[in-house]
């Protein structure tokens, strides 16, 4: 049924596409003749044409893990305060955009900052195409900005990194070595005393992870603190740990693939991929030259024309 939905979309968009064309050209037509207006054929071909871009742009999308909801998790880096607030900013630009595009969007961890921002945070993105869409938002984001917290006013460059994985479900199979598994319980941190910060209702799974191709091992940590009952965040946990698994595989066959293709830059985990400079009112990707004077735009959650320009370039 998830095969015949998909070709029905395609089949739907092929079909509007089609039609835009045909009513495009008939205005050409009558145009020249002197029934329709130039105005009328301007607005037409402008519809064609944003209709063909967002069909080529969704073209991008045709990998198995694409359509997919996913986990994105956002640790803050070395620089204390001005960091954690850093990290905290793009939580909200990646929460808004979210919520911009109708989909579903939870908290499923987080640690707060010591003064302010946070240390990590790892959020739950459902909908159609989420992780395709947000797939090339990994890597290193980097601030530089007149820092609030510098008493001398001096200008700071903070670095956050974001992963993105894709949240599978239960059609896809995942291998997971239930010895090397193992459980903790806490309670989970905030303020009041509701429940969720009277019982032990947080979990804390760790997964002794060998890379079956590299034999490197690795301890895999995720944390739930998403509701007040365990057993739904140990599923959850579960259902993350499965994610990262996959991904890490999904990451393998891309490495294999690259190897082949040799002419095309590489996009790797631990690269700077994004330019945040307040103070010049600009954002810029390292990897599509793309960039923007919206500063405030971008923080708001207009990501679009970054995710575009990535995805028509590498996917």
Not at 124 to 150: C, F, M, T, W
Not at 235 to 241: D, K, P, Q
Not at 248 to 258: F, S, V, Y
Request: hydrophobic share 35%; with cysteine; proline share 1%.
């Amino acid at each position: 049924m998830q095969i015949v939905k998909g070709l029905k979309k395609w089949l739907e968009l092929y079909r509007e596409v089609h039609d835009a064309t045909e009513e495009l050209s008939l205005a050409f037509e009558y145009v020249k003749e002197g029934v329709t207006s130039e105005e009328e054929v301007d607005a037409a071909y402008a519809r064609t044409k944003k209709l063909v871009e967002d069909l080529e742009f969704r073209n991008m999308l045709r990998e198995e893990a694409d359509q997919m909801s996913c986990v994105l998790k956002i640790n803050s880096g070395a620089g204390g305060t001005e960091s954690q607030d850093w990290a905290q900013m793009l939580m909200r630009m990646y929460m808004r955009w979210g919520e911009a595009g109708k989909f579903k969007v939870s908290i499923t961890n987080l640690l707060d900052g010591d003064d302010a921002g946070i240390k990590t945070a790892t959020i739950q993105i459902e909908g159609d195409y989420a992780y395709g869409y947000l797939k090339g938002e990994n890597g290193v984001h980097r601030l530089v900005r007149v820092s609030p917290y510098n008493a001398q006013g001096k200008r700071m460059t903070s670095f956050a990194s974001v992963f993105v994985a894709p949240l599978v479900d239960e059609t896809i199979e995942v291998n997971i070595n239930q010895a090397c598994i193992s459980w903790d319980t806490f309670r989970s941190s905030g303020a009041g005393g509701q429940n969720v910060n009277k019982v032990e209702s947080g979990v804390r799974l760790r997964y002794q992870y060998k890379d079956p191709y590299t034999g490197e091992e690795e301890e895999i940590l995720i944390e739930n603190t998403e509701t007040r009952d365990q057993p739904k965040n140990r599923e959850n946990a579960m259902r993350h740990l499965r994610s990262i698994l996959y991904d890490k595989e999904m990451q393998h066959r891309l490495a294999e693939k690259a190897k082949v293709e040799a002419g095309k830059k590489k996009i790797e985990w631990g690269s700077q991929i994004r330019s945040y400079v307040f103070d010049d009112r600009r954002v810029k990707d390292h990897r599509t030259n793309y960039q923007t004077s919206d500063v405030n735009g971008v923080m708001d959650g207009e990501i679009d024309d970054f995710i575009k320009a990535y995805l028509m370039e590498f996917g």
